[in-house]
DNA sequence: ACGAGTTTGTTCTCCAGTTCACAAACTCCT
DNA sequence: AGGAGTTTGTGAACTGGAGAACAAACTCGT
């Protein structure tokens, strides 16, 4: 792999410009960062089934996504394919897992160990993905006694000790929405600075905290707007040609 | 509640302008329809805090948005809010459940019990938000045993009977990624035109159909880059002012 | 009844992101 | 070596959404 590593000569190269005072890193539009992801999980498919190369037509339907757009995002990483050709798949994989930060595992902690907690905590896939989970934490005694998927389940006053001993940058929350917010504050304190939270509140965090929500019901909810669409707007259940756009 | 019904005199009334041809319906912006759901738990929030009425301000605070958004997203429902006074907490939920369709429930059947298909399964609050589950369904004859949340876990092959009986629109998929693809296309043929996929890949289905995914690798992928970021810009521990857009 | 104060609904401006379309760059065949 | 064919990378037009700002519309106190 790797015939082109990156050629050096040529034209511009804006890679890292270093100069004292610059950021050095040139910006990522947030709608390319959370495609990045997509891309590498069609590469790892590609490269799981043998291909070697592809071209952006190729990966982009792989990702679902328009193949412009796939190399517009592609570019803001750097110049990685070859015209005439396409993209060597594990060259391209490689760069893009670094890019996200993938290359090695990040340490993750779990707050909640109920039902979606126990669900986490068994999920093998985090592993390949660049996460690692270190620790499980929950407030309930009762929970404590149980081990979870390797990990015996801590107490939630544990907390700090854990985050600062295993440098976790990343924390979710599967705890009942009521207790959401304390725990990110608890979690924010001892150090972590991106939470995912599957709790169905607003979380208030300090500039400098990164938070991401999933929230099924939400979802549910969309794809019930759309449904109540449909039938709305064709009330012969022979055929409705209505347009609808897809979102895998 | 609902002091101010529909003050249907005045100004241009364009709730339904029914002309045969028009589409009826005044069309919401896909990013609004994205957000309808986040102010209905807010509002219900409020609802059972006893607030009766609040302001724009209030309700977006509570919903983690703009005020200017939050009046332009509930300007496309119609006016239901009063100049000097704000929005009438009850009135203007029952609002947004019924532009949502969310004021009587949607049956759903989950695919794939294993962890997390067991996690949904057992989630009581589908339910309060206009979701019913109406059949859990596993292709492993040892998993046809179980009982789960009051449901017998059934087997796949009596999908079209059970889509077919409940008149269900909406379906979970919680297979392995694998199984996904063949998962979606039995229920698009049983009638199914609505999927939440959890299963790490893109999906195909023909027009008509809906499809949201949840993929909790590409959040914690996408928490993981900002995170790389945060580490790479501020080199000191002590003190690093980097911007960071909350996404809550 | 009227004016001061409050808050909505909407218009206008701006920006990020998407899509198109094509020159540049590469391969392969003759 | 040169030309035909392929595919990338990107400039440019276009689209949708975000935020500021303000007039219209309401309440309340006098
Ligand atoms: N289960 C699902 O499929 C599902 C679906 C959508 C949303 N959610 C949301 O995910 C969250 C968890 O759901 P669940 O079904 O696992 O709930 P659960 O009640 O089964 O588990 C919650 C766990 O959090 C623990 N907990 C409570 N307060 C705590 C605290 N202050 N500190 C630490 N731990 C604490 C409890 O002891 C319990 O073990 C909820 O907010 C729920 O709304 C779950
Ligand atoms: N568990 C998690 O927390 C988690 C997190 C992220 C993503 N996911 C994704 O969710 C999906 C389910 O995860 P899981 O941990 O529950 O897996 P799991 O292996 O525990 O469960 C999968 C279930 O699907 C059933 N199944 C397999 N093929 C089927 C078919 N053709 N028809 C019907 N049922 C079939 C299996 O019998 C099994 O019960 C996976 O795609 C996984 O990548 C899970």
Redesign the pocket.
Known sequence: MS??RR?AP???DESRPHEPGTPATPVI???????LPVYLRALTALADAGTTT??????ATAAG?????L??????L??????????DVEYLRYQIAREIGVTQDWPVVIVGIGNLGHALANFSGFRSRGFRIVALLDAAPERQQEEVAGLRVRGFDEVDALVAEHQVAIGVIATPAAAAQAVCDRLVTAGVTSILNFAPTVLAVPEGVDVRKVDLSIELQILAYHEQRKAHAAPIPGEGLDRVEESA
Do not use: F, I
């Not at 592809?54 to 990966?59: D, F, R």
């Not at 996504?65 to 757009?69: F, I, L």
């Not at 750097?78 to 993209?87: D, I, K, L, P, Q």
């Open positions: 015939a082109t050629r040529g034209g511009r539009p947030e709608a390319t960062v959370a495609r592809c071209s952006s037509e190729e990966l996504v328009n193949s412009a757009k190399r517009k995002d592609l570019s803001y750097g110049s990685y394919g070859t015209r005439g050709v396409g993209y």
